[in-house]
């Protein structure tokens, strides 16, 4: 027993364990604080949300046995984000995947133009996305992730991954596209 | 392949997410139709866009040391029977370090508990410094620029001298947690060895000599004097480093500065 106490306590292999877990998942903070960042759109919650999901890693950290340390981590952020976000704002609806969305469709698309594209704004319907769309984009074009990435992380197939970012691209341009025009008629 | 067809895939398309034979398929489709693309004009100006807008949230520079200082925290406690509470097992870590540490003592030197933990955390902290990257934050041997570094970001303002012409240059400066608070602590250089010099203010607590103790190897010394609390750890000779914690003493730094 006493034995069993002082292995488990043995500061070497507690070193070592840190110093894997400080090589293979600490580099990855930047992504961890930027998802968190825009999982809860708050500064102080996605700090209180990276450290907590930095433990949460740390205790499941023997169960992780090489392969991607920023996929496993962000996958842990994530789960710790929606956590969070349970606990502290009113349950979001469902996302259906099946259902069309009623304002989406690309039948007579408009030209969006670079230039015009004003970055507040698009931060704003980045933000106002559902989350579920919102994670997506940012695990796509601002991780620069794969599909296949991308799908680990949130637990869902690659059909799926691809159908979220496609709704998801479809409501930001429009509300570019939109906003562009009728701040141009004003 | 049909627009239609063609439309479910554009997205996964400009992301290169399509294996060849689709890929080229699309290529083909989106050359002959306008409005596809147009989709895919679309989808890069809005992928460049999005990339281009300084849209990703860069962690503040707090948020490293915080994590570290509660990863510490872990894992000294961690490797604990997991159902009971978080709490009640980092209290019974700590009541069992405690009682190891005295255990282990030599008599003779640092006989309160609450030091022998602060020393424990103190030696810690230094071998912690000597993982790369975990230092300084900042790096300068100009006083002048460690000590405004700690602006704002303590509840005090450190003492800070450069013992250069004595031979214990200035290497730099961090924030670091000790005794459950943060503190500041210089970092002094002796040829190879790195010196750490902890300081944080302890209010009501008397003028205290300096207390020497070895552990693994490396020699930790704590004094109390005018109102602060010094810790110094350090794997240089117990001479040596005598001979700079009476430079510490003497020196300007002796002197808190009034925030």
Redesign the interface.
């Known amino acids: 027993m006493v034995g069993l106490?002082q292995q488990?306590?043995d500061p070497v292999l507690?070193?070592s364990?840190?110093?894997r877990?400080?090589l293979l998942v600490?580099p990855h903070?930047?992504a961890?604080?930027?998802l968190a960042?825009?999982l809860t759109r708050n500064?102080h919650d996605?700090?209180d949300v990276?450290?907590e999901a930095?433990?949460r890693a740390?205790?499941f950290f023997d169960g992780f046995h090489g392969g991607d340390g920023r996929t496993w981590l962000l996958a842990i952020v994530r789960n710790t984000c929606y956590t969070w976000l349970q606990q502290n704002r009113k349950p979001s609806l469902e996302l259906e995947e099946d259902m069309p969305d009623p304002d989406s469709g690309?039948?007579?698309?408009?030209?969006?133009?670079?230039r015009s594209?004003d970055?507040d704004l698009?931060?704003q319907a980045?933000d106002d996305l559902p989350v579920e769309f919102r994670e997506a984009?940012v695990l796509?074009?601002?991780e620069g992730l794969?599909?296949k990435e991308i799908g680990a992380i949130v637990g869902i197939p690659l059909g799926t991954v691809?159908s979220r970012?496609?709704r998801a691209?479809s409501r930001?341009?429009k509300a570019?596209v939109g906003r562009a025009r009728s701040g141009g008629a004003a | 392949m049909s627009c239609e067809d063609a439309?479910?895939l554009?997205?996964?398309y400009v992301?290169g997410?399509l294996d060849l034979v689709r890929s080229i398929e699309i290529e083909k489709h989106v050359e002959s139709c306008k409005?596809c693309a147009?989709?895919v004009?679309?989808?890069r100006?809005?992928?460049?866009?999005?990339?281009s807008?300084?849209?990703?949230?860069?962690?503040?520079a707090s948020?490293?040391p915080?994590?570290d200082t509660?990863?510490?925290r872990?894992?000294?406690s961690?490797?604990?029977p997991r159902r009971f509470g978080w709490q009640l097992i980092a209290v019974a870590?700590s009541l069992?370090l405690a009682v190891y540490f005295v255990a282990r003592l030599s008599p003779g030197t640092l006989h309160d508990t609450s030091s022998n933990l602060v020393a424990q955390e103190v030696l810690d902290s230094h071998l912690r410094s000597l993982?790369p990257g975990h230092l300084a934050d900042v790096q300068s041997t100009d006083q002048h620029t460690v000590k405004p570094w700690f602006n704002g970001k303590l509840d005090y303002s450190p003492p800070v001298t450069d013992f250069a012409e004595q031979g214990f240059p200035l290497a730099g400066g961090r924030l670091d947690s000790v005794n459950g608070r943060a503190v500041a602590v210089l970092v002094y250089q002796r040829r190879q060895h790195l010196i750490n010099v902890y300081v944080w203010p302890a209010p009501g607590v008397g003028d205290a000599a300096v207390s020497d103790t070895g552990r693994q190897g490396y020699n930790i010394t704590h004094w109390t004097r005018a109102g602060m609390s010094w810790w110094v750890a350090s794997d240089l000779n117990s001479g040596e480093l005598g001979t700079f914690v009476n430079l510490v003493r003497a020196g300007p730094a002796s002197v808190p500065a009034a925030q």
């Open positions: 106490v488990e306590r507690q070193q364990k840190l110093a877990f400080e600490v903070m930047r961890a604080y930027n960042r825009w500064d996605a700090e990276v450290q930095y433990l740390y205790r690309r039948s007579s698309p408009e030209a969006l133009l670079l594209v970055r698009l931060r980045l984009i796509r074009e601002l794969s599909y691809m970012l496609a691209r930001l341009e570019l | 439309r479910m554009l997205d996964a992301d997410e409005a147009r989709v004009g679309n989808l100006t809005l992928g460049s866009a999005m990339r807008s300084g849209l990703y949230y860069e962690s503040p948020l490293g915080r994590l509660a990863l510490q872990t894992g000294r961690e490797a604990r870590a069992l993982m």
